[in-house]
T-cell receptor, first 114, second 114 residues
């Protein structure tokens, strides 16, 4: 079965500090991996994706994520957090060999403390 | 996202009532999706459609039906609403090309079934 795990429901970080939001996955075949962000009362917005190539992917708003095949992880990172980064973050996977749909994690609520 | 709109934004209904949620998009995308979001469960796929004549069940289609009236319109119906269908519902679209193209989400419909 295809699945995505976000082990932390809540992450708190001080403004200016680096942030990490964790994601691990389990799929058959190669994974296509995505991060989305959801602000209050809004739909999800695409941040970045890994399809192939360089394991470090850069996306919108200064976010980046690193694909680690051996650890089956795709953690989202940002060197210096902003209060405006406070939101709900979702990791998603699209299985490359059986895929016709995305599988989403349960979400991680990020709070950046001023 | 203004390109993907959902109506209504909020709805309160009673058990047993029929209700329709509507989604329209101006992105010109062929692929449309309906998800529900529940706290602690993330997003789960209800139905998806790759073009006007194509309808597919997602992982939680029981109790729901859909209609793809046109390329730009995709409606979700609850024939006889029940309380455990209380959730936040999102419509999403994606463009031609790879099935794993990123998705664009509407603002959501908050449905409460009493």
């Amino acid at each position: 079965a295809q699945s995505v795990a976000q082990p932390e429901d809540q992450v708190n970080v001080a403004e200016g500090n680096p942030l990490t939001v964790k994601c691990t996955y389990s799929v058959s075949g190669n994974p296509y991996l995505f991060w989305y962000v959801q602000y209050p009362n809004r739909g999800l917005q695409f941040l970045l994706k890994y399809i192939t190539g360089d394991n470090l992917v850069k996306g919108s708003y200064g976010f980046e994520a690193e694909f680690n095949k051996s650890q089956t992880s795709f953690h989202l990172k940002k060197p210096s957090a902003l209060v405006s980064d406070s939101a709900l973050y979702f990791c998603a996977v699209f299985p490359s060999n059986t895929g016709n749909q995305f599988y989403f994690g349960t979400g991680t609520s990020l709070t950046v403390i001023p | 996202d203004a390109d993907v709109t959902q109506t209504p934004r909020n709805r309160i209904t009673k058990t047993g009532k029929r209700i329709m949620l509507e989604c329209s998009q101006t992105k010109g995308h062929d692929r449309m999706y309906w998800y529900r979001q529940d706290p602690g469960l993330g997003l789960r796929l209800i139905y998806y459609s790759f073009d006007v004549k194509d309808i597919n069940k997602g992982e939680i289609s029981d109790g729901y039906s859909v209609s793809r009236q046109a390329q730009a319109k995709f409606s979700l119906s609850l024939e006889s609403a029940i309380p455990n269908q209380t959730a936040l519902y999102f419509c999403a679209t994606s463009g031609l090309g790879s099935l794993y193209n990123e998705q664009f989400f509407g603002p959501g419909t908050r449905l409460t079934v009493l």
